[in-house]
C-alpha cells in the first residue's frame, strides 16, 4: 500500500517556518556573526527545502554556516521533528554529497544542478522585494571558505524562469 503524504502548502510552510524558535543549542557549532544573518539564511533555506520537497526534488546547500546551523536544529531532535511535520508533512531529511542511498544518487544530481534547483526553489518562496541572502552569506560572516552562488548564475537561473 502506498502511504499518500499531503501535499506542502507554501504558505501554512512558511508561517511555520517564520514561528520556529531557534534556541542557542542551534547555533553550537555555528560561531559565524551576525547570528541574525545566519538565522534569515536558516529560515530561507527551510523555506525553499519545503517547495522542493513539495515536487521531490533534492536541492543544495549554497552556504556553509546555514548547514552548521541546519546541523545544529537537526540535533534538537525532538524540536525538529516537530517541526517537521508542522511544516513539511514529513521528515526532511539531510542528503550530505555523497551520502546518499545506494541506488538513489542519480535523482539527487550533481551538487552544480542541485545549487540550480535551489535557486528555482527560492524563486517559489521568495516573499515581493526579498532579498536572497544565501548566495553570498558565507563571504558576508566571514567563512573562511566561502561556498555560495555566483550572481551571475543566479541572474541566469532567474531570467530562464
Known amino acids: 500500500m502506498i502511504a499518500l503524504r499531503r501535499r506542502i502548502r507554501i504558505d501554512r510552510m512558511t508561517r511555520v517556518v517564520d514561528d520556529l524558535e531557534l534556541p ?28 522542493a520537497l513539495r515536487d521531490n ?22 524540536r525538529y521533528t516537530a517541526f517537521c511535520t508542522a511544516a513539511y508533512g514529513r521528515y526532511l531529511h539531510h542528503h550530505p554529497e555523497g ?28 516573499r515581493p522585494g526579498e532579498r536572497c541572502v544565501l548566495w553570498d552569506l558565507d563571504a558576508r560572516v566571514g567563512v573562511p571558505e566561502p561556498w555560495g552562488i555566483p550572481t551571475e548564475r543566479v541572474t541566469a537561473i532567474e531570467a530562464r524562469l
Open 24 to 51: 542557542d543549542a542551534v547555533f553550537k557549532t555555528c560561531p559565524y556573526q551576525p547570528r541574525e544573518l545566519v538565522e534569515t539564511g536558516l529560515r530561507q533555506w527551510l523555506r525553499c527545502c519545503g517547495a
Open 57 to 78: 526534488r533534492i536541492i543544495g546547500m549554497p552556504s556553509h554556516a546555514v548547514d552548521e546551523a541546519w546541523h545544529g536544529l537537526i540535533l534538537c531532535t525532538a
Open 99 to 126: 551520502g546518499g542511498l545506494p541506488g538513489r544518487g542519480a535523482e539527487a544530481g550533481s551538487m552544480h544542478d542541485q545549487l540550480g534547483r535551489t535557486v528555482v526553489a527560492w524563486s517559489m518562496v521568495a
